[in-house]
């Protein structure tokens, strides 16, 4: 099939959930709206008050932490590989952060879209790059380094 002519997917919170062993509180993907196997996936996460990591970060001023916001570009990025034969069944972990930015707070009632490509696979290694977004607004960016198990 060429790249011109590949079906673009999409994913309920269901769907993700037999991709990826995460569970509330940890699940941070509601939708994957759109994913091209082996290229690129789209998704959000909707944030409302009731997160449990707002209650501490921080009272009376709520910001989504950082490192979840990565944790959710990971997990919207696993698609990519779990649609591929080769990779189906897997488990996709974290090796390595590069070129971290955040640039905007992340805060209950936002929707977090998130973008990721991949970038390179070599064996069970693989790059990506992640933008997440509110409103349009880059709120972080990095380069990531999977391992696939």
Do not use: W
């Not at 269901?14 to 941070?28: A, D, G, T, V």
């Not at 997160?51 to 919207?76: D, K, R, S, T, Y």
């Not at 955040?102 to 290694?125: A, H, Q, S, Y």
């Amino acid at each position: 099939m060429s790249e011109e002519t590949k079906e673009i997917l999409s994913f309920d919170t269901l769907q993700i959930m037999e991709m990826i062993p995460h569970r509330y509180p940890f699940l941070l993907v509601d939708r994957i709206t759109e994913c091209v196997p082996g290229k690129y996936a789209k998704g959000y996460k909707n944030l409302t008050m009731n997160e449990a990591f707002f209650q501490g970060h921080f009272p009376g001023n709520p910001i989504m932490p950082g490192v979840l916001q990565l944790e959710a570009m990971a997990q919207c990025s696993a698609p990519i590989l779990m649609t591929m034969p080769e990779y189906e069944g897997k488990l996709t972990l974290y090796a390595g952060v590069d070129g971290v930015r955040f640039k905007n707070m992340v805060r209950p009632g936002d929707r977090f879209d998130i973008e990721v490509e991949l970038t390179k696979v070599k064996g069970p290694i693989c790059k990506a790059h992640g933008v997440g977004k509110v409103d349009g607004k880059v709120c972080v960016e990095a380069d990531m380094t999977f391992a696939l198990k």
